[in-house]
């Protein structure tokens, strides 16, 4: 307020006018709305709670005609599946369909959001879940599959790359974008994100929503829910919780919604059932992430892990005519399949499956891993086995290196001068033979050359004077 009245005060003498009081001037400043204080200073986000929004979300005449989607940072921690240790905060992207409210489908990665995980979310939602909620051992009905029209989402990059946007085409999905920094227009997604995070407050290893709900609790310490274990809590408590539960806004719950949508009411006509997905490979095909490579020989690489197949024998190395270069050929890899990938065969236009080689091992654990969980496996020993290295003496070797190889090319280059000068002062003279064998101790060991004491901090110190009986076989 002082900074106010003195540039006020400066103006005033400038321009020759009288100074108000500085009170009236702190009352004219009071009488300034709140949203155009919060505007001016650059809050436009904060001044757009004073900006009326009458209405709704513009209503939608058939099931799956509009789904919005978002992704979240769930507050929880998650353990690793064979140490049972902490490994992070996983991401869950969400869709639901705007007109019955029913949660399309889901993914659950340790991973940020991305096109992939955004695609996986996408397909699931259209297929049928009947066998994917038999896998996870869960009872229930979550009747939501079928074609949808249009995504609604924000301008994240993950909703705005290459594979999502082909795979849309591909499947005639349309794409629509909401207003940026405006999330009241996907309040349904955001408030159901909310729903889920609520619930998982209540779970053990909680990081709940901010620092002074969390207190002194330890969120690392009693976190106990691998990735698959939080994933059957997800989809449990959709099926057997929200789907069933009576919905604020529509007072009723999300799947008496869905039915009646689809079937029609004695006030409503009925929009019935979705369009089926006829061709679900290639919609999993489609969202798959997307990848080139070279064959080589022993296949394909990638993440560290070789996959082979017949199929790929006529490709191996192959040059493409128009560069002349190694041609890289189209690849598809599931982010929880890690036992194959798909091939995209150039002349058939199909895509192949290219088993794993060789093959990981057939246990249960194995393959409950998701091909994200194993990397994050390999990456974390990986840090453990760095950690056991002796600095100290990689240090030590380095430095005695760099002094042996400057001593070597020190005498090196002197005895060569030497051999140079003494060929044209000597010519015709025959080279003396040095006096002693140029061998390692090595050899002297085993010649016999060198006969020490046993170390006593040696293991096996105890046995190097024993006999050494030879080995022979009876008849």
């Known amino acids: 307020m002082v900074d106010v009245f003195q540039e006020l005060e400066e103006r005033c003498k400038a321009e020759k006018l009288k100074l108000p009081h500085i009170n009236s001037v702190r009352n004219r400043i009071k ?12 809050y436009s986000q904060e001044a757009d709670k004073f900006t009326p929004t009458p209405g709704e979300f513009p209503p939608t005449r058939n099931v799956l005609g509009v789904v919005q989607i ?10 690793y599946s064979d140490t049972r240790e902490p490994w992070g905060r996983p991401w869950l992207t969400l869709v639901i369909d705007v007109m019955t409210r029913m949660i399309v489908g889901f993914y659950l990665s340790m991973s940020a959001p991305s096109s ?5 979310a996408l397909a699931m939602g259209m297929l049928p879940k009947k066998d994917y909620l038999a896998d996870l051992g869960l009872s229930g009905s979550w009747p939501v599959q079928g074609k949808i029209h249009k995504v609604h989402c924000d301008n994240a990059k993950e909703f ?34 909310g729903n889920v995070n609520m619930m998982l407050q209540k779970k053990p290893g909680t990081t709940f929503s901010n620092p002074q709900k969390r207190g002194d609790y330890d969120s690392k310490k009693k976190s ?3 990735l698959r274990e939080l994933e ?26 869905w039915e009646e949508a689809i079937l029609g009411t004695s006030k409503t006509p009925a929009c019935g059932l979705p369009q089926l997905i006829t061709n679900p490979e290639k919609l999993v095909f489609d969202f798959l992430p997307q990848d080139t490579r070279v064959v080589s020989p022993t296949g394909i690489r990638i993440n560290k892990a070789d ?14 005519p128009k560069t002349g270069k190694k041609k890289k050929f189209v690849i598809k890899e599931h982010p929880r399949r890690r036992n194959a990938i798909w091939f995209l065969d150039p002349q058939t236009r199909q895509y192949y499956r290219i088993p794993q080689f060789p093959p990981p091992p057939d246990t249960d654990y194995e393959n409950q891993l998701t091909g994200e969980e194993f990397s994050a496996l390999r990456s974390r020993d990986d840090a453990v086995g760095k950690a056991m290295e002796d600095t100290d003496a990689k240090a030590g070797y380095r430095q005695r290196s760099k002094e042996r190889e400057a001593a070597s090319v020190a005498l ?34 085993m010649l016999g050359g060198v006969n020490t004491a046993p170390d006593p901090s040696e293991a096996f110190s105890g046995f190097s004077n024993a006999p050494v009986m030879p080995f022979t076989t009876r008849s």
């Open 31 to 42: 009488k300034i709305p709140a949203k155009e204080v919060l505007r001016g200073r650059g």
């Open 70 to 79: 978002d992704h979240v940072r769930l507050d929880i921690t998650v353990v």
């Open 116 to 120: 992939t995980s955004a695609g996986m």
């Open 160 to 193: 705005r790359g290459a594979v999502l946007e082909h795979a849309c085409h591909e499947q005639r999905i349309d794409t629509e974008f909401r207003r940026v920094k405006t999330p009241r227009y996907g309040g349904h997604i955001e408030r159901m994100i």
């Open 224 to 226: 106990a829910y691998t």
């Open 232 to 257: 059957v809590e997800i989809a449990d408590w959709i099926v057997n919780h929200y789907h069933v539960s009576k919905h604020g806004a529509l007072k009723k719950p999300p799947i008496k919604a």
């Open 307 to 320: 996959y082979f197949s017949e199929v790929l024998i006529p490709w191996i190395n192959y040059a493409d």
């Open 412 to 445: 090196t280059t002197t005895a060569r001068k030497a051999a140079r000068s003494g060929k044209s002062n000597q010519a015709g003279k025959k080279p003396t033979k040095p006096k002693q064998p140029d061998r390692s101790q090595i050899e002297d060991r």
